[in-house]
């Protein structure tokens, strides 16, 4: 039985991660392998629950084991283990049971950030993920109201001394619009929403989060630069209209983070085209292709589009995000393809960080 099992693993160590580029075998993905007469059942331990390349896998693992002799069927099972970047910000903050932390940016206001960022971390969830989300919109925060929370009242661990995140939809979320009343402005100096963003970091009680979504105020002032220097992101998604002038803005946003070290894992194109409902002919409303003609010539992946949809904006405003009361319609569907994007180059963007992959091998 011996060889059999050294057959197995031997055949499995010539399967490769798609995106990761190495073998599955060195890099602890196969977790479990067991031998019953002429069947064998393999687990593997994917780096997230939204991997868009897990049929491939499977395909590929149940070619390989096929070519041995006496293996006559044969049984994949898929868990997943979302593997952590640790940060390297100039200030540190320590921010334990955190896996990843990924800001959500735009250089202007008005392309959809908010509304995007609470479909791709529903999403997230859905498939598994623990997902918390940060409304760090000081000023403006829509996250409240967008993921139904707007009346939600935040409680205090008073053993830990921190806030306790209100869930909605299998997400964490904590948002200056739960500290404020609706009718009142917030007017503070920069450094007062820096502090405050480090405190919604810190002083909350997060537990085991896989992917942490900060949702940025538009443009790249104090709070970017908080985020960016205070702790380690795993990398930043930035959400932008297809038109030039859109482009042109968007690229400021990211060579801003370029500049202080963080990596880009995307771009993602709102408002994209517009279907006639009547007639399902397609609409580029606000012209096409700007998000992908921006990741080409910055050399970044371009996440997909969502469509510009009426139905985004009225669910958005019931407070129930279009992936959790639509999640069969092709918005959707946008989003969650979006969603399996990020969560891949996650996976990439982690497994290219020498700590990152040191933590990886030490189980």
Same mark, same amino acid.
Do not use: C
């Given at each position: 039985m011996t060889d059999i099992n050294d057959q197995i693993i031997a055949a499995l160590g010539t399967v490769q991660d798609p995106d990761l580029h190495r073998d599955l075998v060195s890099l602890k993905m196969i977790k479990d392998v067991v031998v019953t007469e002429d069947r064998v059942s393999v687990t593997v331990e994917l780096t997230t629950p939204a991997c868009p390349l897990k049929d491939q896998i499977d395909a590929d693992c149940r070619r390989a084991l096929g070519n041995i002799a006496g293996i006559e069927h044969v049984e994949i099972n898929f868990t997943a283990s979302v593997r952590s970047q640790?940060?390297?910000?100039?200030?540190?903050i320590e921010l334990p049971g955190i896996a990843n932390i990924i800001a959500i940016a735009s250089g202007k206001g008005g392309v959809g950030k908010s509304t995007v960022s609470a479909n791709i971390a529903c999403a997230l969830a859905q498939t598994g993920a623990r997902v918390g989300l940060l409304d760090a919109d000081i000023y403006g925060p829509s996250i409240p109201m967008i993921m139904g929370a707007q009346n939600a009242e935040l409680e205090v661990d008073e053993q830990l001394e921190q806030l306790v995140p209100i869930e909605r939809y299998g997400v964490k979320i904590i948002s200056m619009g739960f500290l404020k009343r609706s009718t009142s402005a917030v007017i503070w100096r920069g450094p007062m929403v820096s502090k405050a963003v480090q405190q919604f970091l810190r002083d909350v009680r997060w537990g085991e989060?896989?992917?942490?979504?900060?949702?940025?105020p538009p443009g790249t002032g104090?709070?970017?630069?908080?985020?960016?220097?205070? %702790?380690? @992101?795993? =990398?930043?998604?930035?959400?932008?209209?297809?038109?030039d002038v859109a482009a042109a803005i968007a690229i400021n946003a990211i060579s801003m983070f370029r500049r202080l070290d963080v990596p880009i894992l995307g771009i993602v194109e709102n408002m994209s085209y517009f279907v006639c409902p009547t007639c399902a002919t397609r609409h580029d409303i606000f012209s096409h292709g700007g998000g992908k003609q921006a990741a080409d010539a910055l050399e970044?992946?371009?996440?997909?589009? %969502?469509? @510009?949809? =009426?139905?985004?904006?009225?669910?958005?405003?019931?407070?129930t995000p279009t992936v959790v009361i639509s999640p069969d319609s092709p918005a959707s569907d946008a989003f969650g393809v979006v969603a399996r994007a990020i969560a891949q180059q996650v996976s990439i963007a982690v497994s290219k960080a020498p700590v990152a992959l040191a933590m990886a091998g030490s189980d």
């Open positions: 640790q940060g390297r910000g100039v200030q540190q989060i896989d992917y942490l979504l900060v949702d940025l104090d709070v970017q630069l908080t985020l960016s220097q205070a %702790i380690g @992101l795993t =990398g930043a998604v930035i959400v932008m209209t297809p038109q970044v992946p371009f996440l997909g589009e %969502i469509p @510009l949809d =009426g139905q985004i904006r009225a669910e958005a405003d019931e407070g």
